[in-house]
């Protein structure tokens, strides 16, 4: 089993950058790919970004792309999600998953392991 736990989510202004955190503890989670997913109120929940298990290799969902920045540190068993340039339309439960696999996906069916989530508002 894994429990994953995510935190550095809270109120920020439009423009604004967060760094949230992944810990994963309970086994190791170097062997698999980690992706990040997001749901807002009354929609459902969406890809975010993904990397593979040495991190040489990310994906990012295109309402994001460039301004967020997906990294793991597997001597920590962490991952991260550095968020620039964040806009209203980026608040939401952000929440990380440890894939079944060791490739990136944007598919949630692939990932086994889910955090409870934390919370990101951006104010206009």
């Known amino acids: 089993q894994v429990q994953l736990v995510e935190s550095g989510g809270g109120l920020v202004q439009a423009g604004g950058s967060l760094r949230l955190s992944c810990a994963a503890s309970g086994r190791t989670v170097s062997s698999s790919a980690m992706g990040w997913f997001r749901q807002a109120p009354g929609k459902e929940r969406e890809f975010v970004a993904t990397?593979?298990?040495?991190?040489?290799?990310?994906y990012y969902a295109d309402s994001v792309k460039g301004r967020f920045t997906i990294s793991r540190d597997n001597a920590k068993n962490t991952v991260y999600l550095q968020m620039n340039s964040l806009k209203p339309e980026d608040t939401a439960v952000y929440s990380c998953?440890?894939?079944?696999?060791?490739?990136?996906?944007?598919?949630?069916?692939?990932?086994?392991?889910w955090g409870q989530g934390t919370q990101v508002t951006v104010s206009s």
């Open positions: 998953a440890a894939a079944r696999a060791t490739y990136t996906s944007r598919r949630q069916y692939e990932y086994e392991y």
């Open positions: 990397i593979n298990r040495s991190g040489g290799s990310t």
